[in-house]
């Protein structure tokens, strides 16, 4: 350190010194780093074993220093699964885009949630296939452009855009759920503490806990990051609604 | 303790996968190996293996992947059409490197087909099935006893050489019943060091994957995993003879077929016909060289491969007998189960 100079912010030690390979300004790398602090913070690096899924976050473990398993496009539900009923005292989560957990992995996705798989999802809505280069995915709004609906989604013929976190929430097994940003510091922060809390509630084993993340992806969006965040509260927010869709302990206080 | 019961090929593969120390199974029902996963609900609370009923083939064999991945001894069981299915998995796991123990009870395809007894599953077996060039081993069992006994061998060659090992068995061996010896339980004391269990102070962390985005890295990726293929073929054919040394008649056969073409040999013998059995146990590695070896002996006349199938394992004969003798074949499909009299029949045949 410098003299004169005050460390005021560091990345943690739990991320490795690889840079990461996401576009400037995607929140997979805010996402990423919340969770490396988490981990750092809770002190559970050696407790923990994620899964990566196929899109854009298919590298993470180049990033993240703990265990983890790369998963078949579509089923990292399944592989957490298999991870967390032989290994129930480690902390096990899926990190897994639209296109991955809400098209091609439905299934899996659902059925976990149903069996209440102890085990935390972490699910990046940036409504488009990033890593194939920004086709139609599940969750691209009415009228979106993108390469696969050129002229705008047309729901008539693709249907609505999935909203996973409201499905997930209608679970009786699963303890938490909320829809989360990071395009302000503040929504950033609350996006820490809803992960934080899924990751909290599952060491207490209440359940499946599923935070999704209304992402952006400027890359294929063909906008610049700070138009991303524009178009996500104009458009975004209205269709997917940033709020908490379950917690099982406010349901029990209620009750 | 080992003790001598009589037992439905299906449930005595369960029960040995609890005693070679399964800790987890995940499968689908399908018709004709539901009984793999009945008879583990109803042992299930005298052991503390865990058990799901998947939501489909492609979720077990996924939740294989994770849990063998995180250093648990796996198996999965299911039937011809939930086995294509699960080919995303095993192509997965051959390249991440994650020992497991799959069963395909095959039935009579393609499609749905129907739910008798069938080997018409061999290429997929032994060829690869899924996408990219792999391999698993694959035994061949033929009666409710090696049933047993390949699944303790399938789990010990699977942590080996860290790689899916298949028993490839058919409606029949599943469903019917015979005297079996079934060993004493094991203690398995699980050491993978490579296992996602959690990264400690003392250890780089672990990573399991089949992803090698630079073509040098997946070529060399792909170079070990052909080593290791040598070896295995170096290591672990395993075949069984039955009155070769002097055949000149070698009718090949694995699984069920085997053991009809054991009654032929017996029967042509009775009649002065000199026939041998030739029976591979491991369908990959294929004992290739032995039947090589076989065809360069003079008084060998022809060999004939009998299948329940239109002809799949003939190919490997073919491959190993080089053209140094004509290579004939027999078979029904769609479920039939051939008849020792249409056997032998269709050998004489041959003969002229």
Known sequence: MKEGYELIYKKPATLTERRFSYCPGCFHSTIHKFMMEIVEEMGIQDKTVGVCPVGCSVFAYHYLDIDMQEAAHGRAAAVATGIKRVLPDRIVFSYQGDGDLAAIGTAETLHACNRGENFTFIFINNGIYGMTGGQMAPTTLDGQITSTSPYGRNVDTAGMPLKMAEIISTFDKVAYVERVSCNTPANARKAKRAIRKAIEYQMEGLGTTFIEVASNCPSNWKLTPEESLKWLEDRVFPYYPLRVFKDIKKLKKEE | ?352
Not at chain 2, 271 to 299: N, V
Request: aromatic share 8%; with cysteine.
């Open chain 2, 1 to 352: 303790m080992a003790e001598v019961k009589l037992m439905k090929g299906n449930e005595a593969l369960a029960e040995a996968a609890i005693r070679a120390g399964m800790q987890a199974y995940f499968g689908y029902p399908i018709t004709p190996q539901s009984e793999v996963i009945e008879y583990l609900a109803v042992q299930e609370p005298k052991h503390d293996y865990v058990l799901i009923q998947a939501e489909s083939e492609l979720a077990a064999v996924n939740m294989l992947y994770g849990s063998g991945g995180a250093g648990a001894r796996v198996m999965t069981t299911t039937s011809s059409p939930g086995f294509t299915l699960m080919q995303e998995g095993v192509s997965y796991m051959a390249c991440a490197e994650i020992p497991c123990v799959l069963v395909n009870v095959v039935r009579g395809g393609p499609g749905l087909g129907t739910i008798q007894p069938s080997q018409g599953d061999y290429f997929q077996a032994v060829k690869g099935g899924g996408h990219g060039d792999y391999h698993v081993i694959v035994l061949g069992p033929n009666s409710v006893q090696e049933m047993v006994d390949h699944i303790f061998l399938a789990f010990e060659l699977a942590d080996k050489y860290l790689t899916p090992v298949m028993l490839l068995a058919d409606g029949a061996t599943g469903q019917m019943m015979e005297k079996v010896m079934m060993p004493q339980p094991i203690e398995y004391k699980p050491d993978k060091p490579w296992a996602t269990t959690g990264k400690t102070a003392d250890r780089e962390r672990n990573i399991l994957t089949s992803l090698y985005i630079q073509p040098e890295d997946m070529e060399q990726r792909n170079l070990k995993l052909q080593a290791k293929y040598k070896k295995i073929l170096a290591n672990e054919i395993r075949y069984e003879e039955y009155m070769t040394e002097d055949a000149e008649f070698i009718i090949v056969a694995f699984g069920l077929s085997s053991r009809i073409v054991k009654n032929v040999v017996l029967q042509g013998r009775k009649d002065g016909l000199k026939l041998g059995l030739f029976r591979p146990i491991t369908l990959w590695p294929y004992p290739w060289d032995k039947i090589g070896k076989l065809a360069a002996e003079d008084r060998v006349k022809f060999f004939m491969s009998v299948e329940m199938n239109a002809g799949q394992m003939v190919e490997d004969v073919r491959l190993a007998v080089c053209g140094k003798k004509p290579v004939h074949f027999f078979g029904r499909m769609g479920g039939i189960v051939p008849t020792p009299e249409e056997t032998y029949l269709a050998i004489k045949e041959k003969m002229g």
